[in-house]
């Protein structure tokens, strides 16, 4: 039987997508739909957890990452699985690979929605994957010479330590329907001054998450004259990355509630590290390193223009400081879908 559901109001037929005994998949049947902005396609509840059923697997490994299989099951209702189901719809529309941008500062859980997400489509025989904008560094080399002409540049992340050229690249490749072999990047390589790493296996997309801090960032046009250095030739060569914006299908921000979370959450991270022995920053470095990017590009400068209506964002999704979905806002529906 498909496990597809179109009518959102219909009943769930329990013996056909879960095993017996499944009470945490079953709980969803009486969640109510906690975002009403979710509702550019048919995603209704019959929908969201079928989806679910049929990437159970796949969305596992997942779990730990989320506060174990209640939360995860919990998101994957509340915005994973409409998300993904709205992908699918726009994919079918478009006709052709879909690249979907995701921003959002550290910590808002980019990664581990990407993850979950192209884990639901492949569930559907939608291939999809999740590329970082860390994974288009530029070399250490090309870095290193670049942080010797501006010394400002000491660590990886500010507009100018990425290959635009290379990133244009892959997702015009992608976007052609071609076999891609999508970049990665070590962080641990050269004692942490990061590398890049082996090249995926090629592979054709359906749809690409292609996620960031800065993606989807706009210069600003007059910058308050006291400036750091940093901040000036960051919103300077930030201009080069809007053709590779350009090249986004649709844009979703992550938004914490406080910007300054980034870091409290960062500190949690590594302390855990280190509770495990794996090393891990201190406060002061993890102090240094947040503040370096915040610097470079302070989010109420780049991230909050995004939120506005206007903006070229299609949703705004508020994260509290439990990394939790707070509330979402539509700002436009996908071009596919109107």
Known sequence: MSLMFENAGGAIDWTDICAPGDSLLKSLEARRLKFPALDAVDCGSASRVAWIAAAQAQLEPVASGVGGDEALLGLAFDLWAPLAMELAHCLRRSGRPWIQGIC?????????????????????????????????????AERSALARRDPALRHRGPPGTHDVDFACEVLTEVKRGHRVALPTFDKAALDGAGERGEPRNPDRYDVLLFEGWLVGAEPVRDLAEGASPLLRASNERLKEYQRLWNQLDGLWVLRPEAYDLSRVWRREAEARLRSKGRGGMTDEQIDEFVGYFFEAMPPELYVDPLTQPGSKTDLVINIDAQHTPRDIRRLSIPRALT
């Open 104 to 140: 959002g500062t550290q910590g808002t859980g980019k990664s581990t929605m990407c993850s979950a997400i192209a884990a639901l489509l492949r569930a559907r025989n939608i291939a999809a994957a999740s590329l970082s904008i860390d994974d288009v560094y530029r070399t250490h």
